[in-house]
């Protein structure tokens, strides 16, 4: 079942602006990743938070994450046209055997 | 190899028609999954697959899929008696086992862009 719910669904910002997008779960977790697909094909990682963090840095991505909320946030700084792309979150729960639970992602566009 | 590999990259068949898919996952990663991803949609969790337990085929949507994976590496995703409903892209992730659980990352493969006429 689907776990992860990301909003917005869709998100068109200018280039330089940040854009935020966040994920919502139902269950207790490990650890929570964000993930980036380009052009409907293969995903790449991005971040993993572990559930005993709140905020974590990589590059131009920060993200956040409530588990009293059962939310988590990514916000991408000074967004570039490369940054289009698909965004999805994906839960490890804590009673998984080690599958992700896939939200059904934030497509972003960043308008040159 | 140095990542993910998958085979066709596209596959265009008739309805009816028998299909397999190829996933040739990073070399010593024990855990590799199955995924479709419908136009615009999220990730549908297939088939999961770790080192020589019984495989998690619960997210198979019918029994005319069935997914195997030989010595441990490569696997073999096989969908009989094609429908149009079939068509999606099909991807594959591994993951390495030897880390930690605050290390889950699945590292995933092009996928396989499937049409069925």
């Known amino acids: 079942s689907q776990q992860g719910e990301e909003d917005p669904q869709a998100l068109s910002i200018q280039e330089g602006e940040n854009a935020t997008m966040n994920c919502s779960y139902k269950t207790s977790i490990n650890n929570l990743q964000w993930y980036r697909q380009n052009s409907g094909r293969g995903l790449v990682h991005l971040i993993l938070i572990r559930s005993n963090e709140r905020e974590k840095h990589s590059g131009r991505l920060r993200v956040t994450l409530d588990t009293s909320k059962k939310s988590s946030s990514l916000l991408i700084t000074a967004s570039r046209a490369a940054d289009t792309a698909s965004y999805f979150c994906?839960?490890?729960?804590?009673?998984?055997?080690?599958?992700?639970?896939w939200g059904a992602g934030t497509k972003l566009i960043i308008k040159p | 190899g140095a990542g993910v590999s998958q085979s066709p990259s596209n596959k265009v068949t008739e309805k009816g028609k028998d299909v397999e898919l190829r996933c040739d996952p990073i070399s010593g990663h024990t855990a590799l999954y199955w995924y479709r991803q419908s136009l615009g949609q999220g990730l549908e969790f297939l088939i999961y697959f770790q080192g020589n337990s019984a495989p998690d085929k619960s997210g198979l949507p019918s029994d005319r899929f069935s997914a195997e994976r030989t010595g441990g590496s490569v696997s073999t995703l096989t969908i009989q008696r094609t429908q149009q409903e079939d068509s999606a892209v099909y991807l594959c992730?591994?993951?390495?086992?030897?880390?930690?659980?605050?290390?889950?990352?699945?590292?995933f493969g092009p996928g396989t862009r499937l049409t069925v006429l």
């Open positions: 994906a839960t490890d729960a804590r009673d998984s055997n080690y599958q992700l639970i």
């Open positions: 992730a591994s993951r390495s086992t030897g880390l930690s659980r605050s290390y889950n990352e699945q590292f």
